[in-house]
């Protein structure tokens, strides 16, 4: 059994700053009376050697459950290599357990916390270069700024000119809608309200002589300029492939 | 004639007879010393039983010994035979259980329990090596007399002695 001293093992604090004090290791020895066991856990000393070792002997001994404490000087994380649980002769160990005591200096790197003695303030990070920008080089405003199609500037103010037009039939129409709605109203109300009174009556004789309510308005429809203009825009865009061939274009400049 | 009478005065200086009482002081630091590790609890596995069995949902108490120097202490560990509280009992309870060594800081003393004796409900240990030693202490109880009647509903307690005696 063998492991690291690195956060993985010892948590958070298992870094620089990190001195061990002690260890406790406690197992269960699994062996017969008679056999020879030992039993020997070990951190290595960085650089060769053990920072610490411990042996056990269990030959010829009862098996028992072992916890052991092994104080140290207190000892940097830096020094220690990896640790093991080694053995030699008949047996095994179960329900191992190694736990290191320690201190943590949480200054140990200065800059860890403003707080630490030995903080140096960090320099600003440098500027970033910013080249110069200079519109006038700038390929999109280059395309913006140039020549426009006459042709389709002319097409557009003559396509602006049939829209007010338009709008203007488009006024009319929906003028009449309104009124065209309006009657169609009112003559459902009537007839409505005409239904109403025949289903209502229970003589026909009263049928003959029902009076209608007078709720029909009486209007009369003028439609100016006597005709609904097509629209020639709508015709002529579809004719037109300008700007499709336009677009084309632009993807091989 | 002029008598002369000299008066002779005779003046003795007071010697004080001198006594004290001296103290001789001297501490003897403990070399044994006895603390609870873990507090004992009963499970109820049925009516008519208590036990410190983990299976049961008891715990067992353990009491670690600190001897600094061998060969000086004995350790005297009982499991207890009486409830030291509890409801009103009419009926009998049959006390078992068992003192074991729990665990021992070098394995030198994987010994003592060979090497214990035991009377009644204590077990006694020669504690011949220095370090720590964890000693266990298991105990059933069983209420009714071997009739299997049920405990009276409240709360027991019992107590375990240990004891670190000079050799």
């Not at chain 1, 093992?9 to 298992?14: F, I, P």
């Not at chain 1, 109403?196 to 429809?221: F, L, M, Q, R």
């Not at chain 2, 005297?76 to 009998?92: G, H, R």
Request: glycine share 8%.
């Amino acid at each position: 059994m063998q492991w690291s001293m690195n956060p993985d093992t010892l948590g958070a604090y298992g870094i620089g700053g990190m001195d061990i004090s002690g260890v406790i290791y406690t197992y269960n020895p699994i062996k017969e009376l008679e056999d020879d066991f030992v039993v020997i856990i070990e951190n290595d000393k960085v650089g060769g050697g053990f920072v610490w070792q411990d042996k056990e002997d269990w030959s010829g001994k009862h098996p028992i459950r072992i916890k052991k404490v092994i104080p140290l000087a207190y000892t940097p994380l830096a020094l220690f290599g990896k640790g093991r649980v080694r053995t030699t002769g008949k047996g095994t160990v179960e329900d191992v357990s190694v736990i290191y005591m320690f201190r943590f200096d949480s200054c140990f790197n200065p800059q860890s916390d403003p707080s630490c003695p030995g903080y140096v303030k960090p320099k600003p990070p440098a500027v970033p270069k910013i080249p110069d920008y200079d519109a006038l080089e700038d390929d999109s405003v280059k395309l913006a700024q140039e020549d426009l199609d006459r042709e389709l500037l002319e097409d557009d103010e003559e396509v602006k000119d049939e829209d007010d037009e338009e709008d203007d039939n488009s006024d009319i129409q929906t003028l009449l809608a309104s009124t065209t709605n309006a009657l169609t109203l009112a003559n459902q109300v009537a007839q409505s309200v005409i239904l109403n009174s025949i289903n209502n009556a229970t003589n026909i004789g009263t049928y003959y002589v029902a009076k209608i309510p007078d709720s029909y308005i009486t209007e009369s429809v003028v439609l100016q300029g006597g005709n609904i203009v097509d629209n020639r825009k709508a015709l002529r865009s579809l004719a037109q492939d300008n700007l499709m061939d336009k677009m084309i274009e632009e993807q091989y400049k | 004639m002029n008598k002369l009478l000299i008066t002779i005065s005779l003046i003795l200086g007071a010697i004080p007879v001198l006594a004290e009482n001296i103290d001789i002081t001297g501490n003897v630091q403990s070399r044994c010393t006895v603390n609870l590790d873990t507090p004992g609890a009963y499970g109820n596995p049925n009516a008519y039983t208590l036990t410190t069995a983990p299976a049961s949902a008891g715990q067992e108490p353990i009491v670690r010994f600190d001897v600094s120097l061998a060969n000086a202490y004995k350790a005297e560990v009982s499991y207890p035979t009486s409830f030291s509280s509890s409801p009103s009992l009419p009926d009998n309870v049959a006390w078992t259980g068992a003192v074991t060594v729990a665990q021992t800081s070098t394995s030198d003393m994987s010994g003592y329990q060979a090497a214990s004796s035991i009377a009644g409900s204590k077990r006694t240990y020669a504690l011949t090596v220095a370090g720590t030693t964890w000693f266990k202490s298991t105990s059933i109880a069983v209420y009714g007399g071997g009739q299997a009647k049920a405990f009276p509903g409240g709360a027991y307690k019992a107590v375990v002695l240990a004891e670190c005696i000079a050799q």
